[in-house]
């Protein structure tokens, strides 16, 4: 039947490509589909954490970081498990990185604290002698956007399904309440009068006290509780 097409070698070849090709998705795409699912007790971002993201983005903190464990063991004696497909499935955009002129963030919430954060971002040669990093000394007086981040977290959860006000492991409380922007100020400012109380800079503790939420304590909750 087909051996008019052993004559024709380039009608031949384009029928073996087709066919692997073809075979190929159907055994890859699933595999990748199963993968891309959140890893068990991943959870969306609250809006703080939102907007800690949209500070990191801003003071372009990916240029000199990234956010991905490769599988090798010189990184995961350092950095800690590597990463998996699933533990992005909620980040939009991606802030992998491609350069570290400083250390590998994925896990940085498991391994330092608030303070640290606090004053390495005020000096950081305070804590770490050697490193070249500039000071963000900004992120203490500047308030973050919460609004924004509240839109953000919005349109992700009408556009991309992803769970807000839901419960996700079943156990009858919802996990990440989103609700509307004023129920979003009021848990972003509790979220942030959990962090200031382990700082010790007075003027970002009093300015939460007025219901403002500097910076500063935005980056550090979306360091603290989704980068790990």
Same mark, same amino acid.
């Given at each position: 039947?087909?051996?008019?097409?052993?004559?024709?070698?380039?009608?031949?070849?384009? !029928?073996?490509?087709?066919?692997?090709?073809?075979? !190929?998705?159907?055994?890859?795409?699933?595999?990748?589909?199963?993968?891309?699912?959140?890893?068990? !007790?991943?959870?969306?971002?609250?809006?703080? $954490?939102?907007?800690?993201? *949209?500070?990191?983005?801003?003071?372009?903190?990916?240029?000199?970081?990234?956010?991905?464990? /490769?599988p090798f063991?010189?990184?995961?004696? /350092?950095?800690?498990?590597?990463?998996?497909?699933?533990?992005?499935?909620?980040?939009?955009?991606?802030?992998? !990185?491609?350069?570290?002129?400083?250390?590998?963030?994925?896990?940085?919430g498991n391994?330092?604290?608030?303070?640290?954060?606090?004053?390495?971002?005020?000096?950081?040669?305070?804590?770490?002698?050697?490193?070249?990093?500039?000071?963000?000394?900004?992120?203490?007086?500047?308030?973050?956007?919460?609004?924004?981040?509240?839109?953000?977290?919005?349109?992700?959860?009408?556009?991309?399904?992803?769970?807000?006000?839901?419960?996700? *492991?079943?156990?009858?409380?919802?996990?990440?309440?989103?609700?509307?922007?004023? $129920?979003?100020?009021?848990?972003?400012?509790?979220?942030?009068?959990?962090?200031?109380?382990?700082?010790?800079?007075?003027?970002?503790?009093?300015?939460?006290? /007025?219901?403002?939420?500097?910076?500063?304590?935005?980056?550090?909750?979306?360091?603290?509780?989704?980068?790990?």
């Amino acid at each position: 039947m087909f051996h008019w097409l052993e004559k024709k070698p380039f009608f031949f070849a384009v !029928g073996v490509f087709v066919v692997i090709a073809f075979a !190929g998705l159907i055994e890859i795409l699933p595999s990748f589909a199963q993968a891309s699912r959140p890893v068990e !007790g991943k959870q969306p971002m609250t809006v703080l $954490e939102t907007a800690g993201k *949209n500070v990191y983005i801003k003071d372009n903190c990916m240029s000199c970081h990234s956010q991905l464990i /490769r599988p090798f063991k010189s990184e995961t004696d /350092r950095y800690g498990m590597y990463s998996l497909s699933g533990e992005y499935a909620y980040d939009r955009p991606f802030l992998w !990185g491609s350069k570290r002129t400083g250390p590998d963030l994925k896990r940085v919430g498991n391994y330092r604290t608030t303070d640290w954060h606090e004053n390495h971002m005020w000096d950081p040669k305070s804590v770490v002698p050697n490193s070249i990093m500039p000071a963000y000394k900004h992120q203490f007086t500047n308030i973050a956007d919460i609004d924004t981040a509240y839109a953000e977290a919005l349109t992700v959860k009408k556009v991309f399904n992803t769970p807000y006000d839901v419960d996700i *492991n079943g156990d009858g409380k919802i996990n990440v309440p989103l609700g509307t922007l004023e $129920e979003a100020r009021a848990h972003a400012l509790a979220q942030a009068r959990e962090i200031v109380a382990d700082m010790k800079n007075q003027d970002v503790k009093d300015a939460v006290a /007025r219901g403002e939420i500097p910076e500063i304590v935005a980056i550090i909750a979306y360091m603290n509780n989704h980068l790990r």
